[in-house]
């Protein structure tokens, strides 16, 4: 397997501007994340989904944030509008279960620079 | 999810045995105790879990006292390819629910090797 896939790798875009980042979770995993890394605070977990379904989105920053899971191979987390204060590292993970039991295996990430 | 306090930062010599304290005091009886490996422009990779005593497999060894407040990640013999920042995670699920905390991975240890 090719492991989790996320693209694009880096995007950098200006202020106010949509983002969508993707992410293709490993085949047969029913749990998937969605996690942000900066230097201030470090990895965080934005929303989780369980079997396509959203679990927890509480960890969302904001209304501008917002993620889908149309099937279970596909997801996306867009920035609608995006501002400087975004720019970090988004991390798209899956698991077989949301079980804390489970391994959670992370993509390479998308770097984001809003300017 | 049980809150983890572990070091900032750690400095050590390739060749010796490098060991990271994480200190988790309201750990609850269903919770397991999960360290996470991070290289730079990486996303994490689990790389050992434990519920008590002690876990080892070819990366690392786990000690948990029978308290288990705290764990102990236990790296021999490193390496320079071995700099990279250590999470601890503690918890039973991954499901968030209602918690006030959505921060999991947190900041981590960053272990730096020197030759």
């Known amino acids: 397997d090719a492991g989790v896939i996320q693209s694009p790798r880096h995007e950098v875009t200006e202020m106010g501007q949509e983002v969508t980042l993707r992410c293709k979770p490993i085949?047969?995993?029913?749990?998937l994340f969605w996690y942000r890394q900066t230097m201030m605070r470090g990895l965080e977990l934005l929303i989780y989904?369980?079997?396509?379904?959203?679990?927890?989105d509480s960890g969302m920053p904001e209304d501008r944030f917002s993620a889908k899971m149309p099937n279970a191979s596909f997801s996306t987390l867009k920035i609608q509008p995006s501002e400087p204060r975004d720019s970090a590292v988004y991390f798209c993970?899956?698991?077989?279960?949301?079980?804390?039991?489970?391994?959670?295996?992370f993509g390479p990430g998308t770097r984001l620079l809003v300017l | 999810l049980a809150k983890t306090t572990q070091p900032i930062s750690m400095d050590s010599y390739e060749g010796q045995e490098v060991n990271i304290t994480c200190s988790h005091n309201?750990?609850?009886?269903?919770?397991?105790i999960t360290w996470y490996q991070q290289f730079p422009s990486q996303g994490p990779r689990f790389i050992i879990q434990?519920?008590?005593t002690k876990v080892t497999n070819e990366v690392a060894s786990l000690f948990i006292p029978a308290d288990r407040k705290s764990s102990t990640l236990s790296l021999p013999r490193v390496s320079l390819s071995d700099t990279a920042v250590y999470y601890c995670?503690?918890?039973?699920?991954?499901?968030?629910?209602?918690?006030?905390?959505?921060?999991?991975f947190g900041k981590g240890t960053r272990l730096h090797i020197l030759p």
């Open positions: 434990g519920y008590k």
């Open positions: 995670l503690v918890g039973d699920t991954v499901l968030f629910g209602n918690r006030d905390d959505k921060i999991i």
């Open positions: 309201n750990i609850a009886t269903n919770d397991y």
């Open positions: 989904f369980n079997n396509n379904v959203p679990i927890d």
């Open positions: 993970a899956s698991s077989l279960t949301s079980g804390a039991q489970e391994t959670q295996y």
């Open positions: 085949s047969g995993h029913n749990s």
